[in-house]
């Protein structure tokens, strides 16, 4: 069990899901909704693409100085 939810529901979500959106739009579905939790991820930990890419120059940077 996950966090309450069954296996049942688990696969009656599922079918319904498969129902309104069609199979072949799972996969932008999918693909939507993990850039959304991978966006919501960095906004929490406070950290934009934004300062990870200067971070990351930065390194390189010293790395060749050294």
Same mark, same amino acid.
């Given at each position: 069990? +996950?966090?309450? +939810?069954?296996?049942?529901?688990? +696969?009656?979500?599922l079918?319904?899901?498969?129902v309104?959106? !069609?199979?072949g739009?799972?996969?932008?579905?999918?693909?939507?909704?993990?850039? !959304?939790?991978?966006?919501? *991820?960095?906004?929490?930990?406070?950290? %934009?693409? %934004?300062?990870?890419?200067? &971070?990351? %120059?930065?390194? %390189? *940077?010293s790395? &060749?100085e050294?």
């Amino acid at each position: 069990m +996950i966090g309450g +939810i069954g296996m049942t529901e688990l +696969i009656v979500i599922l079918v319904i899901v498969l129902v309104i959106f !069609g199979a072949g739009k799972l996969p932008e579905v999918g693909s939507a909704l993990g850039k !959304g939790i991978k966006n919501f *991820k960095s906004s929490v930990s406070g950290e %934009d693409a %934004d300062e990870k890419t200067v &971070k990351r %120059d930065i390194e %390189d *940077k010293s790395n &060749k100085e050294a």
